[in-house]
């Protein structure tokens, strides 16, 4: 399902242990870390998507997680011109994404990246809140960024200022704009 401007509609999962820190994940058969995502189906809203996103990239099920917040819209990334497959009938520029916070109730041993015949992840480890902006592909960081400024008082709630300060810096985005647009800046 791609939209009229190009956009897939997605959504994002941060999944956070009660001490603040996130679920990173590393993509299967790559060294990209990220945040578990994925597409919506056209009979889901995006809390269906969500529940049936984070079950098959991380065997979470919805007693296992309480939803603390979610973005109000959509948050949108462009994929990298290398990235867009140009034969496709539809064209996908990029994704559009619902970003879902979700505190982590159930225990460690419930998380299983093995639960579907294609799993996406094949390790995962707990980080602090803003680590994720320095270290997700460049052109997902933009998105990454908004997600967490907007979910950030929600986690604050359950695990308090100390745990999630405010981010140090805005993410590095200067040299991600000079590549996609071929300018300096």
């Known amino acids: 399902m791609i939209d009229p401007d190009g956009y897939r509609p997605n959504v994002g999962i941060v999944l956070m242990h009660p001490d603040g820190r996130v679920f990173w994940a590393r993509r299967v058969r790559r060294d990209g870390w990220q945040f578990p995502q994925g597409g919506m189906n056209t009979d889901e809203t995006p809390l269906e998507a969500m529940y049936r996103e984070l079950e098959e990239e991380t065997g979470l099920r919805a007693d296992h997680v309480a939803v603390l917040g979610a973005t109000p819209g959509w948050l949108r990334y462009r994929l990298p011109q290398r990235a867009i497959r140009r034969n496709d009938k539809l064209v996908c520029i990029g994704q559009k994404q619902v970003w879902f916070l979700l505190q982590f109730t159930g ?3 419930d998380l299983r990246l093995d ?3 294609k799993p996406e992840f094949d390790h995962w480890r707990w980080v602090d809140f803003w680590y994720p902006l ?7 960081r ?6 967490l400024r907007h979910l950030a008082p929600f ?3 359950i695990a308090g200022h100390r745990a999630i300060p405010q981010p140090r810096q805005e993410p ?14």
């Open 107 to 109: 225990s460690e041993g």
């Open 172 to 185: 590095r985005l200067r040299p991600a704009l000079r590549r996609q647009t071929g300018r300096g800046a």
């Open 134 to 140: 320095e270290h997700v592909v460049t052109f997902k």
């Open 115 to 117: 639960g579907t015949d």
């Open 142 to 147: 933009g998105v990454y960024a908004s997600a």
């Open 155 to 157: 986690a604050r709630q």
